[in-house]
């Protein structure tokens, strides 16, 4: 079983069969840690495995992550984006990870529908989490 902190809007969104989710952190450690990009971080010392952040989030600093993803509109984060409309994004994963189950993503673009007013900020926080879940 998964242990899962999902800190963020969409957090409740999700829900896996084989994972707890926290969606504050309580625990001493996470298989994966997903920050939104309106979450402040409480100073709670903890690990993970994967750290999901948006780029430029304060107070990661009490977290150790093996590895660490980013995502936002600039080029240098993992997950981003290279063109938008109103019913479709193109995400980019800038470079390979790894997911939870150990699959091996290679950096590429995908093709994801968009609802009509979802904010970039929250789309590719969902996104992100179903990329590192092995969510399709």
């Not at 994967?50 to 780029?55: Q, S």
């Not at 990870?97 to 590429?108: H, K, P, V, Y």
């Amino acid at each position: 079983m998964y242990h899962l902190a999902l800190c963020g809007k969409n957090s409740e969104l999700f829900s896996f069969a084989d994972a707890e989710i926290d969606h504050e952190i309580k625990r001493k450690f996470y298989d994966l840690i997903a920050v939104g990009f309106d979450t402040e971080l409480l100073a709670r010392p903890c690990s993970c495995t994967i750290l999901l952040v948006p780029e430029g989030i304060k107070g990661i600093q009490y977290i150790q992550a093996v590895c660490a993803v980013s995502y936002g509109c600039r080029s240098k984060n993992t997950i981003t984006f290279s063109s938008v409309d109103e019913e479709k994004v193109s995400l980019t994963l800038q470079r390979s990870l790894m997911t939870l189950s150990g699959n091996l993503l290679d950096s590429q673009e995908f093709m994801l529908p968009k609802e009509k007013d979802e904010l970039m900020e929250d789309f590719m926080f969902t996104a992100g989490v179903r990329l590192l879940t092995d969510i399709q």
